[in-house]
């Protein structure tokens, strides 16, 4: 299975479970398939004390947890796209930016109108036709988008091509594949609505 696949888990000093996000914490660690289902397995059968070879606590709420923090890193670096000029907002100026600009993504919140998603998705296959050309992303909720944006009623946006868009659509590709749905289709085909996390 590839690293990108996993999420590696360590013993921290005051004997807890933590998720290593970055997989460069020191010390023995537990690697785990990055689902949501594969984490709550492993607190359920208590699996990380068997992988660390030692007695450990484990939050029985992990596996939210696990979600939360994988959001907030997705939702990161949508904000780091944002400074680095990536990320455009407001539906005429996404509607032009999916007509001329070089997209990396198209971010729909995941109570977007039918009407607008629609419309969108029509630019879209206007422009790339139906093959795939460009992911559309639809799994955050408006208010996490506008926190994330530092901006207010965020429904739609552009990301233009570019190193941070490329790290936001492979974090919300992560994230979705934690919670086992299809983070992003192509050019708005089927494009799957956030599921609220679990607690």
Known sequence: MPIEALLRFVHAPDGSVVLDLKRDLPGRGVWVEAT???VDKAVAKKLFARGLRTGVTVDPGLGALVDRLLCERALGSLGLARKAG???TGFAKVDSAVAREPLAALVHAAEAGADGVSKMTAALR?????????PVVRIFTGAQLDLALGR???IHAALLAG???DSFLERALALGRYRGIEAAEPNGHQATRGTTPQE
């Open 36 to 38: 949501r289902a594969a």
């Open 86 to 88: 990536l990320v455009v």
């Open 126 to 134: 206007r422009r790339f036709g139906e093959g795939v050309g460009c």
């Open 152 to 154: 207010s009623n965020v």
């Open 163 to 165: 190193r941070a868009s």
